[in-house]
């Protein structure tokens, strides 16, 4: 049975209003009441605007997602074939795929670990971890975001002649990339957890955490790559521009320092950034004992600018999609 868009506005209606009576209701006692009734207030406006765009902008927004679905077995098909090509007439093939990850974490096990002798060590919430470690559980879902936004970006350009087939749809297209990204994430996130094991942090019932944080960068990215993937057809210096973010991002990210070190007010400015909830949460998958929805305002927040993004990326993506054909 097809959802019409009475049924489609309804379900969303209800998701929202559902999300801001959890915010509504949760009380965090630690917190300061000023500070939570402004996150409660600006959270609950997001939502009603989120809301007011769906409703409006209803045909454009679902035909991305349905899309998707009706096209799901092709798209794991060509994402296997995707990666398969990337290393096609090497000897070794994929396995240089699985070399990156394992050579980058024995160069900074070597200069942390026996050359620095582990001498910086990270600290949160009261745990002292190996610097390795940290810089580690960093590392991996940086380079699976890095990885599959690019190739997210440039997916029209590079399947430029699928683009021009009138029966072909195109907006597979960024997913096949990012599905392809993510099977080189998933043996990074086993180097990972072997690393925490050498270490003496073996994995535990937290660490399935790992799967819900590898979806959350995973959809984020998408939102992400249906903006730069339409853009970048028109704006080709969009590539350059992005690889010089992504520079910048890696510092702005607390991947090779620790947030909890700086002050209330730079930890809050920079929780802006949504990559540094998704890196504090493989760490906390890792070494620490605590579940993602603890940091309630902190999952919310992500879960919000990503479903807006996606929207938005729907939205451009759409307008712009009868144009690709003519520019490629």
Request: with cysteine; glycine share 4%; net charge positive.
């Amino acid at each position: 049975m097809k959802m019409t868009k009475r049924h489609g506005v309804a379900l969303f209606g209800i998701l929202a209003a559902a999300a801001a009576s959890i915010i509504i209701f949760h009380h965090n006692p630690a917190a300061d009441p000023r500070e939570e009734f402004l996150k409660k207030v600006i959270s609950c406006v997001v939502i009603l605007a989120g809301f007011l765009v769906f409703t409006l902008k209803y045909d454009k927004i679902t035909v991305l997602p349905a899309e998707l679905f009706q096209s799901r077995h092709l798209i794991w098909k060509l994402a296997k074939n995707d990666f398969k090509k990337r290393y096609a007439g090497s000897y070794l093939g994929a396995l240089w795929a699985m070399a990156q990850p394992v050579v980058t974490v024995a160069m900074y096990y070597i200069v942390f670990d026996k050359v620095m002798k582990s001498a910086s060590t990270a600290f949160r919430d009261g745990v002292e971890v190996p610097f390795v470690l940290f810089l580690t559980a960093g590392l991996v879902p940086w380079f699976y975001f890095s990885e599959a936004l690019s190739c997210g970006t440039n997916a029209l350009l590079e399947y430029h002649y699928l683009v021009k087939k009138v029966v072909f749809k195109i907006s597979i297209l960024p997913l096949i990339k990012i599905i392809a990204a993510t099977f080189i994430h998933v043996f990074f996130v086993g180097v990972l957890l072997i690393v925490a094991a050498i270490y003496g942090y073996y994995p535990t019932v937290y660490t399935i955490q790992l799967v819900y944080y590898s979806f959350c960068l995973f959809i984020f990215v998408l939102a992400l790559s249906y903006t730069t993937c339409s853009v970048v057809v028109f704006f080709r210096d969009l590539s350059q521009i992005i690889s010089i973010v992504l520079q910048i991002g890696m510092w702005a990210t607390p991947i090779l320092w620790n947030i909890d070190s700086l002050s209330e007010g730079w930890v809050t400015v920079l929780k802006i950034n949504p990559l540094v909830y998704i890196v504090n949460g493989y760490r906390s998958a890792i070494y620490e004992r605590t579940w993602f929805f603890e940091d309630f305002y902190s999952t919310m927040y992500f879960w919000i600018v990503t479903v807006l993004l996606f929207g938005f990326g729907a939205l451009v993506f759409k307008r712009l999609k009868v144009h690709f054909a003519d520019v490629l």
